[in-house]
């Protein structure tokens, strides 16, 4: 616990945020915030905390924080009242939906919505307006780890939990620079590498990072061929015997077919997907076309560095796990990688084991508890369900108190085609909270250009400072955030964690919940949601909660929660389950059962194990694009850099953006560190510093930019193709030249 301070009082909450999902106590004092510390008695991270966490006063604290409502009058931002900018919005959305029907309303929000908003969003668009183009950014970052889960084990979010971080023998990082940008994770790696001197970490990656600094063995491969390496060790598992037979007897069928289930295709879904079985001899074929020699050549991985990874994932006495985060789902064919690594720990049975798991890790702080548990993605209805089955869009209506026709049983719009839609003119109203998409879209130009239109479209932005995404709203709403209001975040490995509200916001700053509550009762759908101010926040987490109970997605109850460091679903009797699908754990596994991945009724509690190809990058470098380009996060900043940028000490350390060039890319241009040069790729063009000898080295022929500087758009280059399946962008991999300026 945090050290009694005089005047000061203590209390627990959630670091603001990566997926990770740190306890901190806040201390304050008269409403204001003076000090936070790690919480000792969080699970999570036993009192550690990175900068970023250290950090969170400041983010409350900037000079410019919003504190009015502003509306948009002869081309310019001139403050209102609440009440005249929530009219607004309320008549706006009112009259649209009148004239065009739900298709032409949108709202865009966020995986660092808390969980109430994005319940709150979701149930005033699908029960109230008839729509479902409700989206968050975790279709940017996430979707490809839902889809993945989706097609394999018929149920989103991990088995396994972050003590399999401190027990594994071995941690494959499928590239992810886990150092960086889940640093209180990493250091229960090295504390385990510390604990066990046979603990192995290996960074399978296009580049060399600072978690590469830390490991054991480092595979650089080319840009998309992960693909062909995973593929390649299962070929190696096959052909030395190392596959687990009893375990695939037991608990694998085999799949091909392009899509898979086929979540997230919106226009293209199709309920009934066109996977067909396949068998253990029809995949065994499948690989012959990864052979070593073939893989080797695809991927530059040499041939004895394929062999120890399947000797290493094939090693019944070593304890495996994998985990990953962008760098997988962030592909053109992101779902499939999400499968093949998959595909690798089922052939071998390294899955829901101690220490011996894989684990998909989000980005942002409640990417899994706000989007992917609430169903805040087009298609999706909370625990799970979608609006196109009927049976969960009648468990819907009953909670919601709602005729069932008034569900719209077709997916709405994923967030390209959304941004796509308003270009065009098709969507007229959109409502975009918690996030910057004119700084994180991919391909900036193309959506700018839409938002600029101005005419026969309307935006409001709810956010806490001045973004880009501001600058093109008529409407803006200023936001209270994180302790300045009760609220709850879920974590990568399944926590749910409330807080109380501990800071007083700003004057005029209200929470993103309550602004939709009150455009919602002004358009006449009040009898949806509660009233009491004081109340509203648990009654609204109560009813989401209806959704999870009885199927397998349980969360734990307000109450548990106030008096928890968390508790990790499926929360039954109280009791939180560690290991998903595990007898003993699990309280949907029966005795005798073992192993039963019981979501995946379609497969009698059986995972997939799919027939997934290589797939070339939708761009590739050739002669006039000759370099790949990649783009991420560094340590300091928090994604669009609209919090971070704010702290002194973060901006100080990371001031600007800057290209990552290679040595000898850089001598053939004569190039020196620090001199400004131009990236050019097919979308646009950007003048920044070139990094030469920074803290992460790019490979020969491939450039890294971080994104997190508004004033340097790394965006304006990047590709917006995606995931056929999941819907989500390619951020690591397109094609640009670099030139002197
Ligand atoms: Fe916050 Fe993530 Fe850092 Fe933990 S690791 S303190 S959750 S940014």
């Known amino acids: 616990g945090a050290a009694p301070t005089k005047d000061v009082a203590w209390e627990k909450s959630v670091c603001r945020f990566c997926g990770t999902g740190c306890g901190v106590m806040v201390g304050t004092r008269n409403g204001k915030i003076v000090a936070v510390q790690g919480d000792e008695k969080n699970p999570t991270n036993k009192g550690l905390l990175c900068i970023k966490g250290y950090s969170l ?17 002869g081309g310019k931002l001139v403050k209102a009242t609440w009440d005249e900018a929530l009219d607004l919005v309320a008549r706006k959305f009112g009259e649209t939906l009148k004239a065009h ?15 109430t908003d994005g319940y709150a969003a979701s149930k005033w668009f699908r029960a109230g307006m008839g729509s479902n183009n409700v989206e968050a950014n975790a279709r940017l970052c996430m979707a490809s780890a839902v889809t993945g889960f989706m097609t394999t084990f018929g149920s989103d979010e991990p088995m396994g939990c972050y003590e399999d971080l401190d027990l594994c023998d071995v941690l494959v990082l499928w590239g992810n620079n886990m150092a960086e940008n889940h640093p209180v994770l990493f250091s229960r790696v090295l504390e385990n590498k510390r604990k066990n001197p046979k603990m192995q970490l290996i960074d399978l990656a296009t580049r060399r990072t600072p978690s590469t600094d830390a490991a054991d063995l480092y595979v650089e491969f080319q840009p998309q061929t992960d693909l062909a390496l995973a593929n390649g060790i299962c070929h190696l598992l096959i052909k030395k015997g190392l596959v687990d037979r009893d375990f695939v007897e037991k608990h694998v069928v085999f799949k091909k077919g392009k899509t898979g289930i086929g979540y997230g295709l919106e226009d293209r879904f199709k309920f009934a997907d066109e996977a067909k079985l396949s068998t253990f001899d029809e995949f065994t074929t499948f690989l012959a076309d990864y052979s070593p020699d073939k893989v080797e050549k695809l991927t530059g ?12 994932f094939g090693n019944s006495k070593l304890k495996v796990m994998s985990v990953w985060c962008m760098g997988v789902n962030q592909h053109s064919r992101g779902t499939w990688m999400n499968n093949l690594i998959y595909n690798v720990h089922l052939l071998t049975g390294q899955i829901c084991k101690p220490g011996a798991t894989p684990m998909s890790l989000t980005g942002q702080p409640s990417a899994c508890g706000t989007v992917r548990e609430v169903g805040t993605l087009a298609h999706r209805l ?8 009927p049976e969960h869009r009648a468990l819907a209506a009953k909670i919601w108190k709602v005729p069932v026709e008034k569900l719209n049983p077709k997916p709405g719009l994923n967030t390209v085609e959304m941004f796509r839609a308003f270009d065009r003119g098709d969507i007229k109203c959109l409502w975009i909270q918690t996030t910057n998409p004119f700084v994180s879209m991919p391909n900036l130009n193309r959506y700018r250009k839409g938002a600029k239109k101005g005419e026969g479209r309307f935006i409001v932005v709810s956010d806490v400072y001045p973004t880009e995404t501001t600058q093109f709203a008529d409407v803006i709403l200023p936001a209270a955030m ?7 975040f879920g974590n990568t490995e399944r926590r749910t964690q409330q807080w109380n509200q501990l800071a007083t916001p700003p004057k005029g700053c209200m929470a993103d919940d309550w602004q939709i509550l009150e455009v919602a009762r002004r358009m006449g759908y009040g009898h949806l949601f509660p009233t009491d101010p004081k109340t509203y926040v648990r009654e609204l987490f109560e009813e989401y909660r209806q959704f999870t109970l009885g199927n397998g997605k349980d969360v734990a109850s307000y109450e548990d929660l106030k008096s928890h460091r968390g508790l990790r679903w499926p929360v039954v009797n109280g009791k939180e389950t560690a290991r998903r699908y595990v007898e003993g754990e699990d309280p949907y596994v029966k005795p005798g059962e073992g192993i039963k991945f019981y979501k995946n009724k379609a497969d009698a509690g059986k995972a997939v194990v799919w027939l997934r190809p290589f797939e070339p ?10 370099l ?4 991420g996060r560094v340590i300091e900043h928090w994604h669009t850099g609209t919090m971070t940028r704010r702290v002194p000490q973060l901006n100080r350390a990371v001031p600007k953006a800057f290209v990552e060039v290679h040595p000898e890319d850089a001598k053939a241009l004569g190039i020196q ?4 040069v131009r990236v050019v790729s097919r979308r646009g063009t950007l003048d920044l510093p070139a990094r030469i000898d920074g803290r992460c080295k790019v490979q020969k022929g491939h450039l890294f930019i971080p994104f997190f500087d508004e004033s340097l758009l790394a965006n304006l280059l990047t590709l917006d193709s995606y995931c056929p399946i999941s819907a989500e962008p390619d951020y690591k991999k397109c094609s640009a030249r670099l030139e002197r300026v």
């Open 617 to 626: 990058a939708a761009e590739a470098p050739d002669k006039d694009y000759p």
């Open 673 to 676: 560190d620090g001199q400004t």
């Open 57 to 73: 006063p400041g983010i409350v604290s900037g000079q410019d924080r919003l504190t009015s409502p502003m509306i948009r009058k």
């Open 628 to 631: 790949w380009l990649s783009t």
């Open 382 to 389: 909370p625990a799970d369900m979608v609006v196109m089955n």
């Open 301 to 312: 991985v040499p041939v004895a560095t394929l062999e120890r990874l399947a000797d290493t």
């Open 482 to 488: 994180w302790v300045e209001r009760e609220g709850m």
């Open 101 to 115: 029907g739900p298709e032409s309303v949108a709202m865009y929000g966020s995986g660092q919505w808390m969980i």
